[in-house]
């Protein structure tokens, strides 16, 4: 049972572009949703994260979007750039529990 | 303040070896968590420790994997008999405590013959 679903699972935008990336979790409680980044041969790095008392959350060119009752959230990515090129894994968790994870979308910022 | 650091970068085994895969935290942080990543998937949660003691094992297969985070030293997660299927990443990650953001090493490529 996969408690976390992203989508798409590969997106190619053009440079200045907004990719968004959709998740959907199942477990109701949930109260931490980080995204993470990742790199080619490189570790996941937390890139912005965002808890359910709040509906949207913005650092710099990302933006979380949170739909509690839809049990989405997404990313956002203004002004999207070739240096976002990357992997992109979102995340739940609940207080004390382990970090679960979406399956990850390779993003392509063309040029 | 070094990052989480993971040793060896690539290691590549026989099936029927051993591996071992090592992790230091970054500096304060006494809690460790290890993932396994296939090729076109995302990280899976093995086991979370902290100093010497397991936390949360639900992720660790029941034969073959073991980890340690001893009181001195990095923690070890070691996978005897390895097979072809244990062919993936492993990531480390660490934390200053249980509900702290957690920082990925650049993790362990293991490849089995």
């Known amino acids: 049972q996969q408690q976390v679903k992203q989508s798409p699972q590969s997106l190619i935008v053009q440079k200045g572009g907004i990719p968004i990336i959709n998740c959907a979790y199942e477990n109701t409680a949930f109260d931490y949703f980080p995204w993470y980044q990742q790199f080619p041969g490189k570790g996941p790095a937390l890139l912005i994260a965002i808890r359910p008392d709040v509906s949207e959350k913005k650092e710099g060119r990302f933006t979380i979007s949170f739909n509690k009752s839809a049990k989405q959230f997404s990313l956002h990515i203004m002004d999207s750039q070739p240096g976002d090129s990357a992997t992109y894994f979102c995340a739940a968790s609940k207080t004390d529990d382990k970090i679960i994870f979406g399956k990850g979308t390779r993003l392509h910022i063309l040029p | 303040n070094a990052g989480v650091m993971q040793n060896p970068r690539h290691l590549v085994r026989r099936r029927g070896q051993e591996a071992r895969l090592r992790c230091s935290p970054m500096?304060?942080?006494?809690?460790v968590y290890w993932y396994r990543q296939l090729p076109e998937e995302g990280l899976k949660f093995m086991v979370y420790l902290q100093k010497e003691n397991i936390i949360d094992e639900s992720g660790m297969p029941k034969e073959r994997f073991s980890a340690e985070f001893p009181k001195e030293g990095p923690s070890i997660l070691r996978i005897q008999q390895v097979v072809r299927g244990d062919s993936a990443a492993y990531f480390c990650a660490s934390s200053p405590g249980a509900q702290d953001t957690q920082y990925f090493g650049p993790g362990t490529r293991l490849t089995v013959l």
């Open positions: 500096k304060g942080h006494s809690h």
